[in-house]
């Protein structure tokens, strides 16, 4: 059994899933997958069970009726992982945008360098992105440097969706009451995690847009981070934090 699994969300991602699931399965260190599967019309859980007849303990899938965001996507996955005994829990694009070698370095920020959180950065170490037109790259890069201004909190990548959590934090923010869906819901458990006293790292990565299918960014997902961050920094001073101790 396995400590570590990457949950992988998917919709429509049939070009790219077949190889990073033989990737992300081929490192000694024994990952195992979760997919979490939006109901994609172009077969995408058609291919994960035929790959799942080959690693039937370590490839697992969780599909749902339809497309219901990137967010509680996540939350459910995030879910089904705590009911197994995983302690080590990461989130993963499907289209190869993380490089699934650097699974190895979130893992080792946690389990053995202290982090709670282990955060994919594409801007700890300057401007790491390859492939984004320059419009996409200064959205993000502002959009973090305003996250910061908001909340406080010294992230330099908080909307990062390459992540590794360990299992305490998942036990103690209350996935129940994570309320964004988009990029806002990266932003959203970043603050709380932060907000409940974990230690949050940031292990620098290139960060390289899809080679494959379509991008799912849109206005309202935008929209949902701009306003989101400042809900959420309103509803943390009237909210007190259980701060986590593990003396």
């Given at each position: 059994m396995s400590d570590s699994i990457v949950i992988i969300p998917t919709y429509n991602e049939k070009e790219?899933?077949?190889?990073?699931?033989?990737?992300?399965?081929?490192?000694?260190?024994?990952?195992?997958?979760?997919?979490?599967?939006?109901?994609?019309?172009?077969g995408t859980a058609t291919i994960?069970?035929?790959?799942?007849?080959?690693y039937p303990n370590e490839l697992h899938i969780l599909e749902r009726s339809g497309k219901s965001g990137l967010g509680?996507?996540?939350?459910?996955?995030?879910?089904?992982?705590?009911?197994?005994?995983?302690?080590?829990?990461?989130?993963?694009?499907?289209?190869?945008?993380?490089?699934?070698?650097?699974?190895?370095?979130?893992?080792?920020?946690?389990?053995?360098?202290?982090?709670?959180?282990?955060?994919?950065?594409?801007?700890?170490?300057?401007?790491?992105?390859?492939?984004w037109p320059m419009n996409r790259i200064l959205l993000s890069y502002f959009a973090s440097m305003y996250v910061r201004w908001v909340t406080c909190m010294v992230i330099r990548?908080?909307?990062a969706g390459f992540v590794c959590y360990k299992r305490v934090v998942l036990e103690t923010i209350q996935l129940n009451k994570i309320k964004f869906k988009g990029y806002a819901f990266q932003i959203e458990m970043k603050f709380k995690a932060w907000k409940h006293g974990f230690v949050l790292k940031e292990v620098p990565i290139i960060f390289t847009d899809r080679r494959e299918g379509a991008s799912k960014m849109s206005k309202a997902i935008i929209k949902e981070a701009v306003f989101g961050v400042i809900q959420l920094t309103i509803a943390s001073w009237f909210t007190k934090y259980q701060k986590y101790s593990d003396k």
């Amino acid at each position: 059994m396995s400590d570590s699994i990457v949950i992988i969300p998917t919709y429509n991602e049939k070009e790219n899933i077949e190889n990073i699931l033989q990737k992300v399965l081929s490192y000694p260190k024994g990952f195992h997958i979760l997919v979490v599967d939006d109901n994609s019309p172009d077969g995408t859980a058609t291919i994960v069970k035929r790959i799942q007849q080959e690693y039937p303990n370590e490839l697992h899938i969780l599909e749902r009726s339809g497309k219901s965001g990137l967010g509680t996507a996540y939350i459910a996955g995030f879910q089904w992982a705590l009911q197994q005994s995983y302690e080590y829990i990461f989130e993963m694009d499907a289209d190869f945008s993380h490089n699934p070698d650097d699974l190895i370095r979130l893992y080792e920020s946690c389990a053995q360098q202290g982090a709670h959180v282990s955060i994919g950065s594409r801007y700890i170490q300057g401007v790491n992105v390859v492939n984004w037109p320059m419009n996409r790259i200064l959205l993000s890069y502002f959009a973090s440097m305003y996250v910061r201004w908001v909340t406080c909190m010294v992230i330099r990548d908080s909307t990062a969706g390459f992540v590794c959590y360990k299992r305490v934090v998942l036990e103690t923010i209350q996935l129940n009451k994570i309320k964004f869906k988009g990029y806002a819901f990266q932003i959203e458990m970043k603050f709380k995690a932060w907000k409940h006293g974990f230690v949050l790292k940031e292990v620098p990565i290139i960060f390289t847009d899809r080679r494959e299918g379509a991008s799912k960014m849109s206005k309202a997902i935008i929209k949902e981070a701009v306003f989101g961050v400042i809900q959420l920094t309103i509803a943390s001073w009237f909210t007190k934090y259980q701060k986590y101790s593990d003396k």
